[in-house]
Nanobody, 133 residues
Framework: QVQLVESGGGLVQAGGSLRLSCAAS?????????????MGWFRRTPGKEREFVAA???????????GYADSVKGRFTICRDNAKNTVYLQMTSLKPEATAVYYC??????????????????WGQGTQVTVSS
């Protein structure tokens, strides 16, 4: 069983930065661990659909692929540290509209899970990010 735990959320002023962490533990039934998962970050605000933020592939022969929502491109960076079983989301130049609960997710099937939340098999409990104006 795979568990994901997010941390790093909090209250920040507009223009500020935060770094979210997603620590993974456990393994799939086939014995795979985070180093072979594609990982994603999504966010949700009350009354809105879950929204894709960023995704990163596992480190296959093709290298690492990343993808971002247009609304965060150039300001957010997703990266992974397989030795620490952790994925990060570095958020800079934060805007009030970034206020949401942020969730990390693991796709244990694909090289790159992308922006479709249905591709992801495991989810964390979420961490609140609040950006004040």
């Amino acid at each position: 069983q795979v568990q994901l735990v997010e941390s790093g959320g909090g209250l920040v002023q507009a223009g500020g930065s935060l770094r979210l962490s997603c620590a993974a533990s456990g393994r799939t039934l086939s014995g795979r661990t985070l180093s072979t998962f594609s990982m994603g970050w999504f966010r949700r605000t009350p009354g809105k659909e879950r929204e894709f933020v960023a995704a990163i592939s596992w480190s296959g022969v093709s290298g690492v692929r990343t993808g971002y929502a247009d609304s965060v491109k150039g300001r957010f960076t997703i990266c992974r540290d397989n030795a620490k079983n952790t994925v990060y989301l570095q958020m800079t130049s934060l805007k009030p509209e970034a206020t949401a609960v942020y969730y990390c997710a693991a796709d244990v099937t694909r090289y790159y899970g992308g922006n479709d939340y249905a591709n992801y098999d495991y989810w964390g409990q979420g961490t609140q990010v609040t950006v004040s104006s």
